[in-house]
């Protein structure tokens, strides 16, 4: 990984961006999409849409990695100052216990812990029971309601989980607090970086779409905006190769490859399209692994559903610890990903479009 990846990632996923407060990561990937893109453009939700013109009378071919991450809102400020709060995105409540956060205000950032009970005064029956978000706080040393006013907190003030981007010993291995799904935005970025002086046979439209976390809704608005030909949505998936996790429920690997969905709980991959991605991947030697996941989407769901309907797949990084304060993934994988998007690029042309979209 040269300095330059480094830092873009670095900046991509160090950047705040829960759903519906992405403003610090748009602003971050469009400093690094803006040289490659012909031309930048935003839904009416903030969604970011990169345009590069190989072929004019080609087809229209949208990639897209979410901005948003996982974090949460406040909802309440008690008497004694505490912060209790909402969920954006979906979070596990064994995970989130006395990790760090920053909570957003009118005035800046604020650190913050989400607290927890010592087990020294748990009786033993409590502490084998998972404590309900509902009854966590933020602790962010305020006294009272007044003062964690004056310290800026207003209800709806959006909290974002801390972690560093660090490049474990294992330099291949990175940690991070939002590679979901600021890997996808980088993908989209390098995606483009890769067509420099390249010639391609269609549009291709670059997107980081917003609020992924609470039901798709920027993948929705970006492809009513662009009516693509065809959708791919790049996204984290799940590593199977950690202690607790059935290689049944999740058998991909990190390092093992680019994931190449097959199902998730609101899409099927379309079979031309799936088989044209597992062809590419073949044809250019880059490893894969095949997946499907009976929870959860990706903005490919989102995709299908416009218009007419738009064949789509996802194609993603095994990623492990997602949804939560701290994920590794395996930079093989990204390599490997955006080398298979650039492929898919270069082969999308009007007569691989059409037979991708005929029934006959």
């Known amino acids: 990984m040269d300095q330059k990846t480094e830092q873009m990632l670095r900046d991509l996923t160090e950047a705040h961006g829960v759903p519906g407060f992405e403003q610090e990561a748009r602003q971050v990937m469009k400093s690094y999409i803006e040289p490659y893109a012909d031309e930048i453009t935003y839904d009416n939700l903030g969604s970011l849409i990169a345009k590069k ?7 229209k071919v949208l990639i ?35 990790q760090r956060v920053h909570i957003q205000t009118k005035d800046g950032f604020l650190d913050g812990v989400i607290g927890s009970i010592p087990p020294h005064v748990m009786p033993m029956e409590k502490r084998r029971k998972m404590v309900e978000i509902k009854d966590m706080f933020v602790d962010i040393g305020a006294s009272s309601i007044k003062e964690a006013e004056e310290f800026g907190v207003r209800l709806g003030d959006p909290i974002i989980p801390v972690c560093p981007f660090t490049i474990l010993k294992n330099p291949k291995m990175l940690m991070a607090k939002a590679w979901d799904n600021r890997m ?24 980081g779409t917003v609020m992924e976390e609470v039901g798709t809704r920027g993948a929705f608005t970006v492809a009513n905006m662009v009516k693509p030909d065809i959708g791919i949505a790049v996204d984290v998936g799940i590593a199977g190769d950690t202690p607790g996790v059935s290689k049944n429920d999740a058998p991909s690997k990190a390092g093992a490859g680019v994931e190449i969905g097959l199902y998730d709980a609101r899409m099927i991959a379309p079979q031309k399209l799936r088989d044209f991605v597992i062809e590419t991947a073949e044809m250019e030697n880059i490893p894969y692994q095949l997946t499907s996941i009976p929870g959860g989407a990706t903005d490919a769901a989102a995709f299908t559903l416009t218009g007419s309907g738009v064949p789509s797949i996802a194609l993603s990084v095994a990623t492990r610890y997602i949804h939560s304060h701290a994920s590794v993934l395996h930079y093989d994988d990204y390599e490997n990903l955006v080398k298979l998007l650039v492929a898919l690029v270069k082969r999308l042309d009007k007569e691989k479009v059409a037979e991708l979209t005929s029934f006959e």
């Open 53 to 59: 013109t190989g072929d004019a009378n080609g087809p």
């Open 64 to 98: 897209a990695g979410h901005l948003d991450e996982v974090g949460f809102m406040v909802t309440r400020i008690t008497d004694e100052g505490f912060l209790k709060f909402q969920p954006l995105g979906g979070w596990w409540p064994q995970v989130m216990l006395a």
């Open 184 to 207: 996808g935005c980088a993908a989209a970025i390098d995606l483009m970086k890769g067509l420099q002086g390249v010639e391609h046979p269609n549009t291709l439209y670059a997107a």
